[in-house]
């Protein structure tokens, strides 16, 4: 049992939870990601569930989904059009109900998968593991948006260590995107989960060392903080560094928000 695919599907239920309740004009207020509403978030959720569903259970299938995402990216150059276009203009209750009534059976199907299993993606391949794991990012990640702006502040579960642990290992990407040369020496990281638990990852060092809360951690490698407006304790030039070029999601290089620019917004 792939314990990654429960944990995507908890978080995309609470999620869930928090928007259930909205109106259809509550859903197209404005959040602190590049503008997007509350709609084309969920909207860019489900279309990349698809997406990934499709490449776990049919080649086929996906290989039609790259067509079509290469031909209407091609025509608009904007993912959100792309994703409305799939849609097919999709949004209020009936995009919530298509997206609540998909992701609990993708994640069944990807939890009885194979771990290992080598499946395609837009990008270089992935594992079953891997491509599970994105999700649940990209839904933590993109929810931070909608918790924001409806001014809640979320409680996380201890199954951020898979953001951890996607945001540890991409350390050599996030450098790679950016042109940089890649450091020898990873930076220790010290963080406390949710539950209080201790997490280490790396070298023992008190030279470079990242220590703090977990969330925080999490925040930062997905950019959904800048690491001004956290409380993390950075020491070292390869640590500061590193928080200030953390991605850890696929694609081009992407800056964090300016110091400030997300927030959660109390009502």
Known sequence: MLEQAIDFKTESDDLFQIIK????????????FKEWTINNIIGHLHTWNIAADRSLTSDEEFANYVSLF??????R??????????????????????????????????????????????????????????RLMETWAHGQAIYDVL??????????????????NTFKWCYTVHGKTI?????????????????????????????????????????????????????????????SIAQCFAGPPEQPPVPGARFTAFK
């Open 70 to 75: 290469s031909k209407e990216y091609s025509k």
């Open 183 to 243: 450091p020898s020496t990873v930076p220790h990281l010290r963080l406390i989960s949710p539950s209080g638990e201790l997490w280490e990852f790396n070298d023992k060092s008190d030279e470079e060392l990242i220590e703090g809360s977990a969330d925080e951690f999490c925040q930062v490698v997905t950019q959904v903080r800048n690491i001004a407006d956290v409380n993390l304790k950075v020491n070292g030039k390869i640590a500061k560094e590193w928080m």
């Open 151 to 168: 001014g809640i502040v979320r409680k996380n579960k201890d199954h951020i260590k898979n953001i951890a642990v996607l945001g540890n």
């Open 21 to 32: 309740t909205l109106t259809d004009e509550e859903l197209k207020q404005k959040t602190g």
């Open 77 to 134: 150059q904007k993912m959100r059009d792309f994703e409305e276009a799939f849609l097919e203009g999709r949004k209020g209750h009936d995009l919530i109900k298509l997206w609540q009534g998909f992701y609990p059976e993708m994640s069944e199907r990807f939890k009885s998968a194979e771990p290992k299993k080598r499946v395609k993606w837009v990008g270089p391949d992935m594992s079953v593991k891997s491509s599970i794991t994105a």
